[in-house]
């Protein structure tokens, strides 16, 4: 069971782990130890509330493909237990992601007053850059 939001939890089910070798250094415990984590999810067969499926298949995240499942290879540690934690706190903070809400921007108006003051600067500034012309003697 994962925990995600203090209502909000994905089963086991739910979540898809397979275990691979991990690619890079490491030597030969690379070569005969499968540690790297392949964990799939998928939003659609989820019991995730439907504003969260919703803005995870808008995301533009490339960790979701375009069938809504999500793909994350975890292999950055050398055992499977912490590429496994790693994998489950990545998804954790995509579908955590997907909940917060945008704030509301109320498009607004420059007052009067800074209208005026930006212009007033305008000039101001003109007439500095027309006294420095030629001076006529």
Known sequence: MLHVHQNISLADWEIELSFIRAQGAGGQNVNKVASAVHLRFDIERSTLPRFYKDKL?????QRITKDGVVVIKAQQFRTQEKNRDDALARLKALVQQAGVRQKFRRPTKPSKSSQRKRMDKKTQRGQV???R?????
Do not use: F, I
């Open 57 to 61: 298949l808008q995301m533009n995240d």
């Open 133 to 137: 012309g030629k001076v006529d003697v």
């Open 129 to 131: 850059k027309q006294m």
